[in-house]
């Protein structure tokens, strides 16, 4: 049995590498969760992530797996505004949607 540790927690602020969207992590998954032949060329055996993300277009929720993904710390994703309406945000400037608690 191996153990996989995911590179980016709950609440914290990514960068998609190609797809030009940042956004916040809400979920993890330690490996793929649907059919390994559905994710093409990439490696269903890493972590993969449910985030909160802002395009262009407005909020969106994306799955997306850990090597497209990128730690960024200096975007603002949301004005302080949207932040407040839409997230729980702790001390450490941890993100949760309002319907889940910060872990």
Do not use: C
């Amino acid at each position: 049995m191996s153990t996989t540790i995911a590179r980016f927690g709950l609440g914290q602020i990514v960068r998609h590498r190609q797809a030009a969207f940042r956004g916040v992590v809400v979920d993890v998954d330690p490996v793929f969760r649907g059919q390994p032949q559905d994710t093409g060329a990439i490696s269903p055996n890493q972590p993969f992530y449910q985030v909160m993300a802002m395009g262009a277009e407005g909020g969106f929720m994306a799955y997306a797996p850990e090597d497209a993904l990128e730690h960024d710390p200096g975007a603002a994703v949301l004005t302080g505004a949207e932040e407040r309406r839409m997230f729980n945000v702790d001390a450490s400037g941890r993100h949760a949607p309002k319907a889940q608690a910060i872990h």
